[in-house]
């Protein structure tokens, strides 16, 4: 072996290691649903809180009176459960929430502090990858996505939604698609 090989052995392994990383990461090809799971996680923050928007003060403006009417009786169903409290507001009804809900609402405020819309708290969202198929661009995993650890307003607030929202809530299968560019992962999800 020439002297330059055995003097720039180590380097020119690593540089074949960058080279063959750069070119095949590894995080992409991962041939398990695991590595796959850990991207789409990563990418689109699984698990995380599923939440129900609720405004601050009914009748909401610029929403229709489907809308105005489930967020009526979403209203009502919480203020039975001592969750929030109706208070008359002019002509319309403020939804103040009650003490000790930290947990279960989450509070929007403007710059002025001032309360416009709450996030109830439903449970937390998750997946299951089931298969996975590759192709020149990218891969898609096709999979279940569903909510898990359900709060105690679950079941309360799902009965009361539209047909056209309460399928938002339910389990649903669901394709993420993969595209690695430049060594980073670009995820996409499509509820089917």
């Not at 180590?10 to 796959?36: K, Q, V």
């Not at 089931?130 to 307003?153: A, C, M, P, Y």
Request: hydrophobic fraction near 40%.
């Amino acid at each position: 072996m020439s002297s330059f090989f055995k003097n720039n052995l180590s380097g020119l392994c690593a540089m074949g290691l960058f080279l063959l990383f750069t070119i095949f990461p590894t995080a992409l090809y991962s041939e398990d649903l695991s590595g796959l799971r850990k991207i789409i996680s990563e990418e689109l923050v699984y698990p995380r809180e599923c939440k129900y928007l609720l405004p601050a003060v009914l009748p909401a403006v610029n929403k229709n009176a489907a809308e105005n009417e489930e967020y009526k009786r979403v209203s009502k169903v919480l203020e039975k459960m001592d969750v929030i409290k109706r208070v008359p507001f002019g002509n319309s009804v403020k939804l103040v929430p009650a003490k000790n809900t930290y947990d279960i609402l989450k509070q929007n405020v403007d710059m002025s502090y001032e309360l416009i819309s709450i996030n109830i708290v439903l449970g937390t969202w998750d997946v299951e990858l089931k298969q996975q198929h590759k192709d020149s661009e990218g891969i898609t995993v096709k999979g279940f996505r569903e909510i898990k650890n359900k709060t105690k307003l679950y079941k309360p607030v799902t009965e009361v939604l539209s047909k056209n929202n309460v399928r938002l809530y339910m389990p649903a299968e669901v394709q993420w698609r993969i595209i690695n560019k430049n060594n980073e992962n670009k995820v996409s999800e499509r509820i089917l």
